[in-house]
């Protein structure tokens, strides 16, 4: 008989969100003068998290065999919502007039991507 299987997700929510409060605080350090680097590292790694939360509380809010419909339609809106989410967030940060460098925006949300691949192939 197979045991329910559902991964600590918060904890990893937890570890991403103090790498990405201690990523932030030493981007803020190393560019006291202005505020784009710290600001595009706090908002690349909430773009990778909050779509991430999102597809982790619908993803694996059901479990079992009885279930499976259920757990196939959560994972796909899952997964479509988490794509929605973030193209919003992008859309979001360039419209708006916050300073953002690009590359430290786009090189913190990979970080952030990878961390969740490599705290999910942990688990496994």
Do not use: N
Not at 51 to 68: C, D, M, T, V
Not at 95 to 112: A, D, E, H, I
Request: proline share 6%.
């Amino acid at each position: 008989m197979a045991s329910k299987y559902k991964p600590p997700i918060l904890q990893w929510l937890g570890i991403e969100l103090t790498l990405l409060a201690l990523l932030t605080a030493v981007a803020g350090f190393v560019d006291v003068a202005s505020s784009s680097i710290w600001v595009s590292c706090l908002l690349g790694g909430m773009v990778a998290i909050v779509p991430h939360a999102y597809f982790a509380g619908l993803a694996w809010r059901f479990s079992g065999a009885r279930a499976a419909p259920w757990v196939v339609r959560s994972f796909y809106r899952g997964e479509s919502g988490k794509f929605v989410l973030t193209l919003v967030g992008f859309g979001l940060i360039f419209g708006s007039p916050l300073p953002v460098q690009p590359l430290v925006l786009f090189t913190t949300y990979c970080l952030f991507l990878a961390i969740q691949v490599g705290l999910a192939a942990r688990q496994a």
